[in-house]
T-cell receptor, first 115, second 111 residues
Framework: DAGVIQSPRHEVTEMGQEVTLRCKPI?????LFWYRQTMMRGLELLIY????????DSGMPEDRFSAKMPNASFSTLKIQPSEPRDSAVYFC?????????????FGPGTRLTVT | GEDVEQSLFLSVREGDSSVINCTYT??????LYWYKQEPGAGLQLLTY?????DMKQDQRLTVLLNKKDKHLSLRIADTQTGDSAIYFC???????????FGAGTRLFVKA
């Protein structure tokens, strides 16, 4: 199994630009999570989906952030417009019920730098 | 509310044992986890313990749970330089899929 795949691995953009991060979960996993990691705030859960439906988006920082999961094998996290304070590493993780509630498999992350 | 706390840094010598501690506040926690994050990588699940267990051992790793004090620890025997990483404690409960992560403990292993 290829594991969770994220693209791009690195993204550098200018303030005000739209940024789209992509994730392919492990096949057969029905939960997908988006996290943000910074030195100041640690690991924050932004949103998670179950069977492609958003369940909890209370961690999405503001309306500039949106996430979609059009099918079981693909999800996007979009930031529009981006700001320097959005600079962070964004992780996607997937899981399946029955393995234990929190056994999440993380992707390698996308390092976003907004200048 | 739910909270998981860990010390931020731990430094040990190669060959010694490392003990990373964690406290949590949610008495409804059912599963408690230890994840490892190496530089430039995502988190990787190391081990987990169900709340009705006191201890779990897996090769060099020993997890101890004191449910009364809501204290979890991870002991790494014979610590190697390859164990240098950030270790995250996490908790979740049955029926809820949200996992709460601590801030992570950065383990430095000196040769």
């Amino acid at each position: 199994d290829a594991g969770v795949i994220q693209s791009p691995r690195h993204e550098v953009t200018e303030m005000g630009q739209e940024v789209t991060l992509r994730c392919k979960p492990i096949s057969g996993h029905d939960y997908l999570f988006w996290y943000r990691q910074t030195m100041m705030r640690g690991l924050e859960l932004l949103i998670y989906f179950n069977n492609n439906v958003p369940i909890d988006d209370s961690g999405m920082p503001e309306d500039r952030f949106s996430a979609k999961m059009p099918n079981a094998s693909f999800s996007t996290l979009k930031i529009q417009p981006s700001e320097p304070r959005d600079s962070a590493v964004y992780f996607c993780a997937s899981s399946v019920r029955g393995q234990g509630a929190g056994e999440q498999y993380f992707g390698p992350g996308t390092r976003l730098t907004v200048t | 509310g739910e909270d998981v706390e860990q010390s931020l840094f731990l430094s040990v010598r190669e060959g010694d044992s490392s003990v990373i501690n964690c406290t949590y506040t949610d008495s409804s926690s059912t599963y408690l986890y230890w994840y490892k994050q190496e530089p430039g990588a995502g988190l990787q699940l190391l081990t987990y313990i169900f709340s009705n267990m006191d201890m779990k051992q897996d090769q060099r790793l020993t997890v101890l749970l004191n449910k009364k004090d809501k204290h979890l620890s991870l002991r790494i025997a014979d610590t190697q330089t390859g164990d240098s990483a950030i270790y995250f404690c996490a908790e979740s409960r049955t029926g809820g899929f949200k996992t709460i992560f601590g801030a992570g403990t950065r383990l430095f292993v000196k040769a």
